[in-house]
């Protein structure tokens, strides 16, 4: 193997939650996870609880829980007490609209104060939370929002304007939209109202009730291969699984100064971004700015971070700037480095050791798994380009698949295993923990779907090593990831068929040296129209407008006949072989198979 196992120093294996992978997996119940955690005085479990007043049982409500960096450095601070002041005001300000439990807050802002304390005070009144990124255009909002059947947006006025105003009409169910930030009071419409305003004239004490802790706490939607996004349920429990894996993964401990960067729009920046490392009672730093290496070094620097979670591309970008502003900032006081979302090459964490002085920990998990279930762990060594061991409490298992990558199923209903090391399958898991999704929003078919007998299928290909290491494959569908976000390739060819000259339209991720996956297209287009140029213009500027450029692809291409089975379906899996210049595997279901030749097509 061309990278040798980093190994840690008994003084890192001495500090850490999790000093002995073995032993902890041994001693690991659910049960007792269950126990770090206080629950609320009136019985029941309740996140916001955990993750922020049983603080200030403790005596711990000086301590700073978030603090918040913008243009001009420390913009707001907060600490628990502050945090519980305005989350319980924030759950005042919905109850007194009449928002009852159970209903979904939605919200589209940046890494704003007024948003985080959204979550939480959403969470204590028991309304489930469903954050939005706010680079999405117009149409994946409306698509959420209609969805979710949301009650309240919490968004800022520019965003309002630009993105949701226009949508009103649209969706019937949106009673509010709370306004946070300047420019509030000038903005009007049905249910509007400045956040400051509400916030101000709520009370500052509220008593959560006694919360079942399979109550819907989080909604987070993620993209499939077809269909609209599918809106991820998560419950209270959550946090236990959350909190476990912040102490045993990420190695919090109560003194520490942890930052994720991840955006609270995606599942990452909400439960290791707002959740987990408040139940753990640290300082958590968040950046309102967008990535900037200089920057994200003095901010390492200054604030004098000693855990950071972050992505494989957002340290590529850090690879890219050089070693030399590593090398001028002091960053010794950088106990552990985490990262996930996308596969992390051996080059970033052979990397990390050198220039950070620390490896970096890769860790898996997905919107579905609602915390992390495999890792890297800082007492442990790293098999670079290894995403690590399944978590205490977690079994996870390779499914074998038949050639159309359907899982085997045995005569009992339970999912064949890969019983020999280095041989690809599905990556599952068994179910439940406490933070698997409970259901798809509104779509039960799918959420059956998920499951194989008793185990959640990740989509995921792996292989597991005879030391018993996971290696991350490839994922098993259509699906993109770009910048460590998953894009539905339907939801984007949607959008690029709205063109009155496009005839057909098929996206699939190209390979970047720093993004993992670009956004490609290709169109056929209808009689009248030609390619060029101007065309190309024009479809990527619809795109951008109504998706946002986030999730609008970077590269339009031209075709005049895309691949399709024979029940007519475009093989976004052939045209991206051919663009990679690979076997195009079984093409069995190739319509008109002649113009492959037959010798490396499948049997027809
Ligand atoms: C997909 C889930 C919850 C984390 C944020 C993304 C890919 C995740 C890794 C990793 C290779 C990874 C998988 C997974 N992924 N972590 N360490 N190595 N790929 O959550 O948006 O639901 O995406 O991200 O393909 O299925 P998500």
Redo the contacts with the bound molecule.
């Keep these: 193997m061309a990278y040798s196992t980093i190994r840690k120093n008994p003084e890192a294996v001495r500090l850490a939650n999790l000093p002995d992978y073995a032993a902890a997996r041994a001693a690991f119940t659910w049960a007792g996870a269950r126990e770090a955690l206080d629950g609320l005085p009136s019985g029941g479990l309740n996140m916001a609880h955990e993750a922020v007043d049983r603080h200030l049982a403790h005596g711990r409500g000086d301590h700073v829980a978030l603090r918040f960096l913008g243009a001009e450095g420390v913009d707001r601070e907060l600490t628990y007490a502050d945090l519980a002041e305005q989350t319980d005001r924030f759950a005042n300000v919905l109850r007194h609209l009449g928002v009852r439990p159970g209903e979904i807050v939605f919200g589209l802002s940046g890494r704003i104060p007024e948003l985080y304390v959204a979550v939480l005070g959403s969470l204590k009144a028991c309304c489930a939370f469903s954050p939005l990124f706010s680079a999405f255009g117009p149409e994946p909002v409306r698509q959420r929002l209609h969805l979710g059947h949301g009650s309240v947006l919490v968004t800022t006025p520019s965003l309002y304007r630009r993105k949701v105003e226009a949508l009103r009409d649209d969706l019937p169910d949106l009673r509010y939209v709370l306004l946070a930030g300047p420019g509030a009071d000038a903005v009007s419409g049905p249910g509007v109202h400045p956040l400051a305003r509400l916030m101000g004239e709520a009370a500052t004490d509220f008593t959560i009730e006694a919360t079942d802790p399979e109550t819907v706490a989080l909604v987070?939607f993620?993209s499939g291969t077809t269909g609209t996004p599918k809106g991820a349920v998560h419950v209270h429990e959550a946090v236990v699984a959350q909190h476990a894996s912040a102490r045993s993964v990420l190695d919090l401990h109560d003194d520490d100064v942890y930052w994720c960067t991840?955006d609270p729009g995606?599942?990452?920046g909400t439960?290791y971004g707002v959740i987990a490392p408040l139940t753990c009672g640290v300082t958590c730093v968040v950046d309102e700015l967008e990535f900037d290496a200089e920057r994200w070094y003095a901010i390492l620097q200054e604030q004098r971070v000693t855990v950071f979670y972050t992505a494989?591309t957002a340290l590529r970008m850090l690879m890219r700037a050089g070693e030399e502003p590593a090398r001028r900032h002091d960053l010794s006081v950088l106990r552990h480095v985490a990262?996930?979302?996308?596969?992390?090459n051996p080059e970033v964490v052979v990397w990390g050791q050198r220039v950070l002085g620390r490896p970096i920990h890769?860790?898996?998990?997905?919107?579905?798994?609602g915390s992390i279930m495999?890792a890297n762990f800082a007492a442990e060594p790293i098999l670079p380009g290894s995403?690590g061991r399944p978590v205490p409490g977690i079994e996870a298992q390779l499914v074998r698949r038949d050639a159309e990558g359907h899982a085997i199923v045995a005569a009992d209903g339970e999912p064949e295993f890969v019983t020999q090391p280095d041989v690809e399958g599905e990556l599952a898991l068994r179910s439940p923990w406490p933070s698997l999704m409970r259901a798809y929003l509104g779509d039960e078919d799918r959420y059956r779907k998920a499951f194989v007998g008793s185990w959640y299928l990740?989509?995921?290909l792996a292989r597991r090593d005879a030391e018993g290491w996971w290696w991350?494959i490839g994922?098993g569908d259509d699906?993109i990831?770009s910048s460590?976000?998953?894009i539905g390739p339907f939801e984007v060819e949607n959008v690029l068929l709205e063109h009155p000259g496009v005839a057909e339209a098929a996206v699939i991720g190209v390979p970047d040296p720093v993004a993992g996956e670009a956004v490609k297209a290709f169109v056929t287009l209808r009689p009248g129209f030609t390619p060029g140029e101007g065309l190309r213009l024009e479809l990527s500027a619809l795109a951008r407008k109504r998706l946002g450029p986030a999730v609008a692809p970077r590269e339009i291409a031209f075709d005049d006949h895309l691949p399709h089975t024979r029940s007519g379906k475009i093989m976004r899996r052939l045209l991206k072989a051919r663009e990679l210049g690979l076997p195009e595997g079984d093409i069995s279901s190739l319509e008109g198979g002649a113009e492959v030749p037959a010798t490396t097509g499948g049997t027809p």
């Design positions: 987070h993620t991840a995606w599942v990452t439960a494989p990262s996930v979302g996308e596969p992390l890769d860790t898996w998990w997905q919107t579905e798994t495999l995403m990740s989509g995921d991350f994922r699906v990831k460590g976000h998953l």
